[in-house]
């Protein structure tokens, strides 16, 4: 996931790997999410917890990933990308 990720994939985080943990996309025990880099996206700390505690989503398509906003910070849940920063390196 380091790899591919290049660190925290939040909106405008510069965590590098080394800061980040990995993230199921599928939560493991609600979804059958699986322990694999497929269903794994590197987040913060602090993104990780805003992200389960406050109802943000991560979902995946082909190669890319989306953040999905709780209808409290936009009522249209708008999908944000979220590039890998590998690039940033």
């Known amino acids: ?15 590098s790997p080394a800061w980040s943990k990995a993230h199921h996309i599928n939560e493991w025990l609600k979804g059958n999410g ?5 269903d794994g996206v590197l987040l ?9 505690n406050q109802h943000w989503t991560i979902s995946r398509t082909g ?7 709780p209808v409290e910070v936009d009522p249209k849940r708008t999908l944000i990308a979220l590039p890998s920063k590998r690039a940033n390196l």
């Open 1 to 15: 996931m380091a790899v591919r990720d290049g660190g925290c994939l939040w909106i405008d985080c510069d965590r």
């Open 34 to 38: 699986y322990t694999d880099l497929a």
């Open 44 to 52: 913060c700390h602090p993104h990780h917890l805003l992200l389960h």
């Open 63 to 69: 190669t890319q990933q989306w953040l999905r906003p």
